[in-house]
């Protein structure tokens, strides 16, 4: 396995979204997540898929997710026809507050498909505590998604570097 | 910046993603090596080591912001410790063996699904069963991120599958909630033993901004 960088954004002053854009073949791809918080304390990171660069919120995502919790029991999260993957951890603004993942992305290109990803977060949530979460997620929309946004539930990003990896043999 | 190489028709100045001219494959090395020479994002192997004593301690880790380890074919010396990992701060001369979180779930072939978590671990995470019976191996991936960073926690996520008494999976994740540069990473067993034999890699994952 190697990789091709595709695109990256690096977050050092406050932005709503980013956007990482480039997929444009049937092969699998990679993101990677890191030092992603927002500039409001206690937001939801938001991702969804794009089409021509444009975000795509319709209420068709669906998601199974198992929460891992060092402080206490584990939760399973599983829904339908939410507005975006959420997939990652609930984010704070505290010391060390932050998340940190690899997604991979399946059919994003293939217009006659749904769009899936993989989901391996490790994060500091808004209470300060070591959350986690593994899992996957879909959305059931058949059309050629070129990319892949982020953001929060309100608010904007304080800071992350987000990269997409195409994944090559 | 560099005009060092000899490229027709002429030699001119050679950058990362501002490549001119024809290459010979002695320029490409020498390129790839001065970091000149467009490639646009790999995974890089560090270091491969092959265990042959009590630990496998990575004290290069390179200059990136995420690494990727594999693990397999792990054998252990003890039949009743865990293949885990600890992190360093001071290059590798000791390890730090208390003050990690980790939240992990492993999956039985027999259905024992359960939870190993705690915020007092004396290791990063877990890596695999216990077991050191013929064919009882690790085998497994794991990502790191911020190692290098002195200002950031030191984070994980583990995916392996093992053979102990029963075949088990597990996935979770792991922190080092100080901020501090860990800089050498040992793998290990939770009681002291040693690795009899096994596989690890160390990458890291480039990406230009």
Do not use: W
């Not at chain 2, 216990?130 to 926690?153: A, M, P, Q, R, V």
Request: net charge negative; hydrophobic share 35%.
């Amino acid at each position: 396995m190697n990789l091709i960088q595709v695109a990256t954004t690096t977050v050092t002053s406050a932005v709503s979204a980013v956007v990482l854009t480039g997929i444009d073949d049937d092969s699998v791809y990679m993101v990677t997540i890191n030092n992603f918080f927002p500039d409001v304390d206690n937001k939801d990171p938001v991702t969804r898929v794009t089409v021509s660069g444009t975000a795509q919120s319709t209420s068709n995502y669906d998601r199974a997710i198992k929460i891992l919790k060092a402080n206490t029991s584990f939760g399973n999260v599983g829904n339908q026809n939410r507005s975006a993957f959420d997939v990652l951890t609930g984010a704070g603004t505290g010391t060390g507050e932050q998340n940190n993942a690899i997604l991979y992305l399946y059919n994003f290109n293939n217009s006659s498909e749904n769009s899936y990803i993989t989901v391996q977060n490790t994060a500091i949530n808004a209470s300060s505590n070591h959350f986690g979460s593994m899992g996957g997620a879909v959305y059931t929309v058949q059309e050629a998604h070129d990319g892949i946004s982020f953001s929060f539930s309100s608010d904007n990003i304080a800071s992350g570097t987000f990269t997409l990896f195409k994944v090559v043999s | 910046m560099s005009n060092e190489f000899g490229y027709l028709p002429e030699s001119p100045e050679q950058s990362f993603g501002n490549n001119k001219g024809i290459f010979t494959p002695k320029d490409i090395y020498d390129l790839t090596r001065a970091d000149k020479y467009t490639n646009y994002g790999q995974l890089e192997l560090i270091q491969t080591q092959t265990a042959s004593s009590a630990v496998v301690d990575f004290t290069n880790l390179g200059d990136f912001d995420v690494h990727f380890v594999t693990f397999n074919d792990i054998v252990l010396s003890n039949d009743t410790t865990l293949f885990a990992h600890r992190l360093s701060n001071d290059g590798g001369t000791s390890f730090i063996s208390s003050g990690y979180q980790y939240a992990i779930q492993y999956m039985g072939v027999n259905n024992s699904y359960g939870e190993d978590k705690g915020t007092t671990k004396l290791i990063l995470t877990t890596l695999g069963l216990t077991g050191n019976d013929t064919n009882e191996t690790k085998n497994g991936y794991i990502y790191y991120y911020h190692l290098l960073d002195s200002s950031k926690f030191s984070f994980c996520t583990i995916n392996s599958f093992s053979m102990g008494s029963i075949a088990e999976g597990l996935f979770g994740s792991g922190v080092k909630a100080t901020a501090e540069e860990h800089n050498a990473i040992r793998f290990c067993t939770t009681g002291g033993d040693a690795i009899s034999s096994g596989t690890i890699s160390l990458y890291g994952l480039k990406a230009y901004s």
